[in-house]
Structure formats: structure tokens, C-alpha cells
């Protein structure tokens, strides 16, 4: 006969597949064995995906970015004490950026509490503000299992995930919950005899009515994507016949009314000083000049509210609503075709476009220039025709032996790019190289935005493509831009047990030995450059080609623009880890 916490952790499992779970992340445990070998069994039943990592804190953002591609929540198990506490970077990433996730943690019964019981704290309650919903489950004891009580706890887990309550109504944003169980012993049984298959999935919460927006009668008005605005921002743009300004992990840098360069333009009083109205989708992290719009006298502000736990409000003073939706409530509304709002977007729009070919031309003429094959005026090829080849070619080839730039990089990383595939960027310089130079494109692109840290990046990147690639046939290569110090602060997470799934990922580091992102601060200008090195840049010696064999990824370096396009378009049999060389 099983024991009680055997039987307890097969109902509350079978509970949260039947409500729709299809991913369970978990890192090794004595209280939490229950659970663990559960889930290895409803793993070979076929009823759910299972994912084992050593490290809790790589564990859970390998759920963030399971729960992040599919929009279900993931659930992560960890056994009591510390290892709950290694959660917390990817449980405050999921609060702040609206990821659906649930934390199923063991402990300790109530009698062990606050004795000083080994490897027993205070789990309930343990992620603050940052998990707005708690149970805290006593520890099953002889007799049945009320299977469901189990089932409606499960249920109200997963509702409140996704931002809604057992009814299906709209309760709160998306993002982690905490189920604490407490076991006691024996803590497991080797009887496994998996509950009946009962599936009905939660649904996410009904859409909240929209606010009705109007199309100003003098164009003024800009649309602002911050990370994961989603398309919508595109659509309304349009419907407004206002420019849009993008982020490059928006997924809505895309479309006819992107303004590439906008840092340039919203400094501009010719073109951000005539701005008197800006909606905001997302949660906008890469720029200081959109902050500084939205805190202007005389701009009106509407946020559309993200999935985060906060609204985007750097005044405080702007209005939130839950979705906009473009009406003509009145006669003297405007017309998104009319001339003047055309002209509005249109000069956005062609100004941006030519201040990136310039930057564009200067980039290049730095690195060699490009050359041109002149032609006569009548369109015919002119005598040195041959000449002329020979040198773009010449000049052609001396482009691809050239050290990779940030821009190039940036560049190359977002040629190769599309919809089938997965582009993750990390928090460093490169994200922002990418914001400014990459033109509009609609590929799915994530990053940790919510709170723009480095952690667990290579995790985050690894789940997405392990979802991604288990859910479409046509899945194509999951790619992680990150610099060298955000790959060594989630290096173990390049670690993945034997028998584990590795999926098609390229994790492309860009190495310029250190944290030159800090090379940008105010006070580096005036602190001894002694102590920015050591306290700052942290540099390092690291050899990364030693670091991939020892977890069993391939490394490949890419010092020119030739060897980096060759690397991004290989195919590799597994991990691979692309090492790009960069100046400080």
C-alpha cells in the first residue's frame, strides 16, 4: 500500500496535469521525494514532461522560459530549506514580467517548525510580495486522500497563475504562486499506482473590456513598445496613424509605421518635442529618452498594462487600462488616412530609415567601405566594369576577414533569424546594440526584462527551446545572445544530466573579458580606472573553449564576420556554445 505522502503527491500531480500542467522542473531532495518519483512515473505514463537539474536556482528559470513559450504554467519542485530560497531570482523575474508559474515546495511538518529542526525555515510566505498567492498544506497523515480537495487546490494553483481565480474570473496578473507541503515520513513508498486520467484544463481569464482611444485631429500622438508589448502595439499604430518606437524584444518591431533610430528622433524637439500623446504597450527598459517623454509637461499618457505585476508609469501619473481599442466617439476625432497623419508617420518613419543607413554607411566605412559597380547614365555598365568588381569583391572579402563588432554581431545574429526560430537575449550591452541597429522583423524574441537582470539566462533560453521544439515539428534553432559575465553567472546551467533532453540551441557569447556595459557609467570618467577594472569591469581569463568541454557542449570561435555567419548557420548535433571575440 502506498504511504500517505506517496499517495497525497500522485493526487496533487494528477490534479495539476488534469488542469492542464504539462511541464514539472525538479532538483533532487529527501523531502521532496515524493513528489520527484511521482512525477517520474506520470512522466513514462506520457502524461506530463519532466525536467531534472542539480541546481534549484537554474531549475527555476528553466521553468520561467517553459511557462514563457507556452503560456502554461510550469510547475518546479524543490525539497525544504535553502533550496526553496534559490528560487527567488526566477520567482521575482516571473512576478515582474507576468510568467505563469508555480512552485511546489516540500517541507517539514508543523511539529518540526521553529524548533531548530535541520534543514527547516519559514517556507510559506518566504517570496513576499512577489507571490501573491500562498498554500500552505499540512502534511498528509493515515487514512484516505481527499482526492477532491487535492483537485481544487490544484485548480486554484493554476487559475491563479495565469491571473484569474477558480471562477475564471479576471483576479490579478499572471505569474507565481507557492503550494508548501508538508510531508512526514515515511516520505515515500516504491508502490506507484498513478490516479485516473481526468483532463480539464484551466482557462486563462476573459480579456478585460477595452478603453476606447480616438485618432487626434492634429497628429501627436506616438506608440511606445516596451518587452513583450505583443503585436497589438503594431495594430493600433496603425489605427491611429501614429509612429511606433519598438523594442527589439517587443514583438512588435515589425510593420509599416516602425521608426527605426528612435533614440535619435525622440531627442529631436522637431520630432519628440511634438509629441503630445503616447500609449504605451509593455514595459519599455532599453531607453532613457522614452522615460523622459512620458514624464514631459504637456504629454498625455495611456499604459496599457503589461502582464507584469506593475503598470509601466514612470510619472505616476498616467492612465492604465487594461486594453485600448481605436473609436470615432466623437465628430471632431481624426482620421488615421487623412494627409496630415499620414505625413506624421511618414516623416518618423523615412528619417529614422535614413539615419540607420548612415550609421550603417559609417559602420562600414570604419571597417573598410563597401564598394560599387558604377554604371553609365543610359543604365549600361561602364568600361571599367571589370575593375570595379574585382575591387567590391576585394573589399568584399577584406569586410569578412575583419574582427567582429558589436554591430556586426548584432547584425548577423538577426540576418539569421526567423519566425521558426528563438532569439533570447541576455541583459548586457548587446541587447541594446541590438535595439539600436536592427531594422523591423517579425520573429519571436525574449528576454528578461521584468527585472532586466543576468541570472539565469542560459536556463531561461534552454527551456524555451525545449518547449518550442517539443511543440512544433517545424521548430527551428533557439539562439541566446549574452555577454561573457552573463554566461558565467548561469554557466552551470550549460549542465544537464545524463538521459536529460538537449535541445538545438546556440548560446553566442559575446567575450570582451569583462562587464564593459559599466564602461558607460557617469563616474567612470572620474573614478580611478584601477578600481572601475577590479570593482566594475570584473575581468576575467576564463577559457571558455575548457568551460564547454567540461559540460559537454562544443565550442566554436567566430573572430571574423566570415567564421560568425559560418557558425550561426552550421548544423550541430547538439549545444553548441559560439565564442565571438570583442574589443573593450
Known amino acids: 500500500m502506498a504511504s500517505p505522502s506517496t499517495e497525497y503527491a500522485l493526487s496533487l500531480l494528477g490534479a495539476l496535469v488534469d488542469a492542464g500542467v504539462r511541464d514539472v522542473v525538479l532538483s533532487p531532495g529527501s523531502r521532496s521525494q515524493a513528489l520527484a518519483l511521482a512525477a517520474a512515473e506520470f512522466e513514462a505514463a506520457g502524461r506530463l514532461t519532466l525536467h531534472v537539474r542539480i541546481d534549484e536556482r537554474s531549475g527555476g528559470f528553466l521553468a520561467l522560459g517553459l511557462a514563457a513559450e507556452t503560456g502554461v504554467p510550469s510547475v518546479v519542485v524543490t525539497t525544504s530549506g535553502t533550496a526553496v530560497a534559490n528560487l527567488h531570482p ?9 510568467v505563469p508559474l508555480i512552485v511546489l515546495s516540500a517541507d517539514r511538518p508543523v511539529e518540526m517548525r521553529g524548533i531548530g529542526s535541520n534543514q527547516t525555515t519559514v517556507q510559506p510566505g518566504l517570496f513576499a510580495t512577489a507571490v501573491g498567492w500562498v498554500r500552505d498544506v499540512e502534511a498528509p497523515r493515515t487514512g484516505p486522500v481527499d482526492h477532491e480537495a487535492v483537485r481544487a487546490l490544484a485548480r486554484d494553483a493554476v487559475a491563479e497563475a495565469l491571473g484569474g481565480d477558480s471562477h475564471g474570473a479576471l483576479a490579478r496578473s499572471r505569474g507565481p504562486v507557492q503550494v508548501n507541503v508538508a510531508f512526514r515520513e515515511p516520505l515515500s513508498s516504491g508502490e506507484q499506482t498513478l490516479p485516473p486520467a481526468r483532463p480539464e484544463p484551466v482557462r486563462p481569464p ?11 485631429v492634429e497628429p501627436a500622438t506616438l506608440v511606445v513598445a516596451g518587452h513583450a508589448a505583443g503585436p497589438d502595439a503594431e495594430s493600433l ?5 501614429a509612429p511606433l518606437v519598438a523594442e527589439v524584444s517587443s514583438g512588435a518591431r515589425f510593420g509599416p509605421h516602425l521608426v527605426p533610430s528612435y533614440r535619435a528622433l525622440l531627442d529631436d524637439t522637431d520630432f519628440g518635442g511634438r509629441v503630445r500623446r503616447v500609449v504605451v504597450f509593455g514595459h519599455p527598459t532599453l531607453s532613457r529618452q522614452v522615460p523622459a517623454l512620458l514624464t514631459r509637461d504637456g504629454v498625455e499618457v495611456v499604459v496599457v498594462r503589461a502582464a507584469g505585476a ?22 471632431a476625432a481624426g482620421s488615421a488616412d487623412d494627409p496630415a497623419h499620414r505625413a506624421w508617420v511618414g516623416r518618423w518613419v523615412h528619417t529614422g530609415r535614413r539615419l540607420l543607413e548612415a550609421a550603417a554607411e559609417v559602420a562600414d566605412g570604419a571597417d573598410g567601405g563597401r564598394a560599387e559597380v558604377g554604371a553609365d547614365d543610359d543604365g549600361s555598365v561602364d568600361r571599367t566594369e571589370a575593375a570595379e568588381r574585382a575591387e567590391f569583391l576585394r573589399r568584399e572579402v577584406q569586410l569578412l576577414r575583419r574582427p567582429v563588432t558589436r554591430r556586426a554581431l548584432a547584425e548577423a545574429l538577426w540576418r539569421v533569424s526567423w519566425p521558426h526560430d528563438r532569439l533570447v537575449l541576455g541583459a548586457s550591452r548587446l541587447i541594446r546594440e541590438l535595439d539600436q541597429v536592427v531594422p523591423g522583423k517579425k520573429i519571436p524574441v525574449h528576454a528578461n526584462r521584468g527585472l532586466a537582470g543576468i541570472d539565469g539566462t542560459i536556463a531561461t533560453a534552454t527551456g524555451i527551446a525545449l518547449a518550442s521544439q517539443r511543440d512544433d515539428p517545424a521548430a527551428g534553432t533557439t539562439r541566446v545572445l549574452v555577454g561573457d559575465l552573463t554566461l558565467l553567472h548561469d554557466v552551470g546551467s550549460l549542465l544537464a544530466g545524463l538521459g ?74 547538439g549545444p553548441v556554445l559560439v565564442e565571438v571575440p570583442l574589443a573593450r
Open 90 to 98: 526566477a520567482v521575482l523575474e516571473a512576478h515582474h514580467s507576468g
Open 206 to 216: 476573459p480579456p478585460a473590456a477595452p478603453t476606447p482611444v480616438e485618432v487626434d
Open 237 to 241: 499604430a496603425r489605427s491611429l496613424g
Open 310 to 331: 506593475e503598470a509601466y508609469d514612470p510619472s505616476r501619473s498616467a492612465r492604465v487600462v487594461e486594453a485600448v481599442e481605436v473609436t470615432r466617439a466623437s465628430s
Open 500 to 573: 536529460e533532453t538537449r535541445p538545438r540551441l546556440q548560446v553566442v557569447v559575446g567575450n570582451d573579458g569583462g562587464g564593459t556595459i559599466f564602461d558607460g557609467l557617469e563616474v567612470a570618467s572620474t573614478a580611478s580606472a584601477e578600481a572601475m577594472t577590479r570593482v566594475q569591469f570584473t575581468p576575467h581569463d576564463v577559457d571558455l573553449p575548457s568551460l564547454a568541454r567540461a559540460y559537454g557542449w562544443r565550442h566554436v570561435e567566430a573572430a571574423t564576420r566570415a567564421e560568425l555567419d559560418r557558425a550561426l548557420v552550421a548544423r550541430y548535433d
